[in-house]
C-alpha cells in the first residue's frame, strides 16, 4: 500500500535549520510530483515547496531562499532543506504525492529559543 513516511522534525532555534525526510512505497516515486506542506495550529494548511518528476521546483514566497526541496528517486526520498529558522515556522510538516494524492502523517517541528 502507498506510504508516506516523514522525520527529521524536531525542536530548533530561531536561525536555525533542519533537514526533512519523506520516504515514500507502494508507487512510482520517480513518476510523481512530491510537495510538502505545512499547518500550524488554527491555521489552515500552507503549501511550501514543489518538486517535479523531472526535478523542477517552485517555492511559496514565505519560504522562498530559506527552504529547499529535494528529491533521490534511488531511494524513494524527497527532502526539505530548512534554514534561517523563525518562530513563525513552527508546525506540522507534510509531504504529499501527485497524481493520487497521497499525503503522509507529518512531522511537527517547533522553533523557539
Known sequence: QVQLVE????????GGSL???CAASGF?????????YRQA???ERE???????GGTTYYADSVKGRFT?????AKNTVYLQMSSLKPED????????NPGD????????????
Open 28 to 36: 512510482t516515486f520517480s513518476s510523481y510530483a512530491m510537495s510538502w
Open 69 to 73: 526541496i529535494s528529491r533521490d528517486n
Open 41 to 43: 495550529p488554527g491555521k
Open 7 to 14: 522525520s527529521g522534525g524536531g525542536l530548533v532555534q530561531p
Open 102 to 113: 497521497y499525503w503522509g502523517q507529518g512531522t511537527q517541528v517547533t522553533v523557539s529559543s
Open 47 to 53: 503549501f511550501l515547496a514543489i518538486i517535479s518528476s
Open 90 to 97: 513552527t508546525a506540522v510538516y507534510c509531504c504529499h504525492a
Open 19 to 21: 533537514r526533512l525526510s
